[in-house]
């Protein structure tokens, strides 16, 4: 870019402002700045500011009738809470540790599958037993954290039953 001999800064920074549309308060001070710094100066003590008018809100095509619906409340102990929240993640886990067994298992079988006659048998035995292994841990771990999950219901229904709403 080459320097420009001769041109107004302000009028230059003026001329791009208006191009990028950025406000006058970011270019060099001048005369007309002044005038809108006052309008952003806060109100004096005493003064009202008028509130900016609220634009209408926007209308769905649904039409919304309130209603109400009597709900009931079970109150739990922070006990129960605790053993809930435990039962919850401890299924969770087990499950999860589960699907990660159950995968490792099909990946040792695929792999065994493909495994080519330069493997030695011993390798390949080694494998089976490992997948066998990740199978049958599988299987455990999924059974566990059905029945954590079976009993923290069991847990719920209990609270449930046990609270008086009468």
Known sequence: MRPVVGVDVNEALSQMASRWHIPKLALLP???CE?????LQPAAIGE????KPRSKPKRTSLDRIPGRRPMKEYPVTGEELLTLGIMQGGAALMLAFAGTCFGFFLSTQQTIDFAGK???QATVGWWEGMGDAA?????ITCLLG???GVLSGFKVSRIMKNTDHG
């Open 135 to 139: 199978l049958a841990l599988a299987i």
């Open 146 to 148: 059905i029945a954590l």
């Open 30 to 32: 001048d005369e007309s």
């Open 48 to 51: 009202e500011k008028k509130p």
């Open 35 to 39: 005038e809108q710094q006052e309008d």
């Open 118 to 120: 330069e493997v030695s």
